[in-house]
C-alpha cells in the first residue's frame, strides 16, 4: 500500500485540465526529473524525466489542486473578512497601478522593515516572470496588472530559502500561485509566520503564447522593439482603462478596453484563458492569501465618487497577519470600510470561474494558421 502511495506522480495523478501550471511541482522535486513544458496553446504542464525520476511523490504532494489541499483552504477561513473600498494618496503610485495602488503600499511596507517582495514583471523581452527581491526600485516593475500566465521559474525555491532564513517575505500573484506557495512551504516544513501571501480576484490567466504573438504582430507593424508594456493604462481613467505599449522608435499604441483586441478577446469571448482557469479551486473565501486585492468595480463611494476614477482597490483582510500589515500602511490610504455583497455584485470573478468562450476551440485551432489580431477580431461582435 505505502509503495502505490509513493509511486504517485504529479502528470499521473493531477488531471490535466486542472493543473494550473504554477511550477511547484518542479520546484520541489529533489532530483530536478520534473520540468515544465509548453502545449500547443502555450500553456506550461509539467514533464517528467524517467530515468531522474526516484518516484517520491512529491511532486503530487505540493500540487496546489490535490484533493488535500483544497480541504486545507477549506478549512482555513472561518470568519467573514473585513472589507474596504480604498487607495493609495500618492497619486503617482495610484495612477502608475491597476486599481488603487494598495499592493504598492503594502510592499513598501515589507520593504521598510526589512523584508523581500515577489511579484510579476517584464523581462526584456516582455516576458512576464516572477522575481524576489528587497530593492525598492524594483517595486516599479511588480507594480500593474501584466493579463498573461507568469512564469514561477524557481521562485519557490527561492522564497523558500528566505523564510528558513527568518526573512519576511510579501508574495503577491494569482489565487493558485498563493496555493503552490503555501503548499510547498507546508511540504518544505517551513514556518509560514514570516510569509505574507497577497492574491486577487482573479478573470483567469491568459496563453503567454497568445500575448507574444500579439506583440509580435504590434512590433512588425511598428517596425520597432517593444519598450514597455502597460496593462489597465488610465489615460481615459480607470474605468475606461487601455492598453498602452511603447516602441523603441518612439511610436505608441494606446486603445481603450472597447478597442483594444488583446483584452476584448480576454474579457469579452474567452478565447485564451488556461484550461484550469475555467474550474477554478480558489474562489470566494477558498484561497490562501492573509489579503485578497482587487478593482472595486461598481464601488458606492458617496461624497468621494468624483475620485473614484483615479483607481479604487478593493481590499480583503481574511488573516490577522493581514489585519496587521493593513494597519501599518494606515497614514498611507483613503479607506472606506465596505461590505461583501458589494464586492460579489460588482465582481463576479470573485465567487465564479469565467467559461470558456464559445468560439475558443475555432481560435486555438487556427492560432498559428491565422495572424492573432484577424483571428480575435473575427469573434468580437461590435
Ligand atoms: C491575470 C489577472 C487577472 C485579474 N482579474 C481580475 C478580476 O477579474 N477582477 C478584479 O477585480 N481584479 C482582477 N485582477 C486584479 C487587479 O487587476 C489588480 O491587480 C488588483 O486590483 C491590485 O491592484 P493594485 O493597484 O493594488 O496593485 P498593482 O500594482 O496593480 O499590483 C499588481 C500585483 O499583481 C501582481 N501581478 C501582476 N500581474 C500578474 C500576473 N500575470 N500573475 C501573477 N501576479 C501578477 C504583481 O506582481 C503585483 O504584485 C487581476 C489581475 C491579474 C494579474
Known amino acids: 500500500m505505502e509503495k502505490a502511495v509513493k509511486m504517485k506522480t504529479c502528470v499521473e495523478t493531477i488531471e ?35 530515468q531522474k525520476c526516484i518516484e517520491c511523490g512529491r511532486c503530487a504532494d505540493v500540487c496546489p489542486v490535490h484533493q488535500e489541499t483544497i480541504a486545507i483552504v477549506s478549512d482555513r477561513y472561518k470568519n467573514i ?71 514561477m521559474e524557481n521562485i519557490y525555491k527561492e522564497i523558500g530559502s528566505l523564510l528558513k532564513e527568518r526573512i519576511t517575505v510579501l508574495f ?86 472597447y478597442h483594444d483586441a488583446y483584452i476584448r478577446g480576454y474579457i469579452e469571448e474567452n478565447l485564451y484563458i488556461r484550461p484550469s482557469c475555467v474550474c477554478c479551486k480558489f474562489k470566494g473565501l477558498h484561497r490562501m492569501a492573509d489579503i485578497t486585492l482587487a478593482d472595486f468595480w461598481g464601488v458606492h463611494l458617496d461624497g468621494h465618487m468624483q475620485d473614484s476614477d483615479g483607481g479604487t482597490s478593493m481590499v480583503m483582510l481574511h488573516t490577522e497577519k493581514g489585519k496587521k500589515l493593513w494597519k501599518a500602511v494606515q497614514d498611507n490610504v483613503y479607506q472606506v470600510k465596505k461590505e461583501i455583497d458589494e464586492v460579489i455584485a460588482g465582481n463576479i470573478c470573485f465567487e465564479n470561474s469565467v467559461e470558456h468562450g464559445a468560439n475558443r476551440d475555432k481560435f486555438m485551432k487556427d492560432l498559428d494558421a491565422i495572424p492573432i489580431i484577424e483571428n480575435i477580431e473575427r469573434f468580437l461582435k461590435r
Open 81 to 151: 473578512p473585513l472589507i474596504y473600498a480604498a487607495w493609495s494618496l500618492n497619486e503617482e503610485i495610484r495612477y502608475h497601478s491597476t486599481s488603487g495602488g494598495i499592493f504598492s503600499e503594502l510592499a513598501l511596507a515589507i520593504l521598510a522593515s526589512g523584508g523581500y517582495i515577489s511579484g510579476a514583471v517584464y523581462d526584456k523581452k516582455q516576458r512576464v516572470k516572477h522575481i524576489v527581491t528587497n530593492e525598492k526600485g524594483e517595486l516599479e516593475r511588480i507594480r500593474q496588472s501584466k493579463y498573461v500566465q507568469s512564469d
Open 172 to 257: 503577491c500573484g494569482s489565487p493558485c500561485q498563493c496555493a503552490g506557495v503555501f503548499q510547498y512551504c507546508k511540504e518544505k516544513h517551513i514556518s509560514l509566520d514570516k510569509l505574507f501571501l497577497i492574491d486577487f480576484i482573479c478573470r483567469g490567466s491568459n496563453s503567454p503564447k497568445v500575448y507574444r504573438k500579439f506583440l509580435n504582430e504590434l512590433e512588425e507593424k511598428h517596425q520597432s522593439e517593444i519598450k514597455k508594456v502597460w496593462f489597465k493604462n488610465k489615460t481615459y481613467g480607470w474605468n475606461r482603462f487601455s492598453t498602452r505599449i511603447d516602441f523603441d522608435n518612439g511610436e505608441q499604441y494606446l486603445q481603450d478596453r
Open 16 to 50: 490535466r485540465n486542472v493543473c494550473t501550471g504554477c511550477g511547484a511541482c518542479e520546484n520541489i522535486c529533489p532530483v530536478k526529473a520534473v520540468f515544465m513544458n509548453t502545449d500547443r496553446e502555450g500553456f506550461w504542464y509539467p514533464d517528467i524525466d524517467r
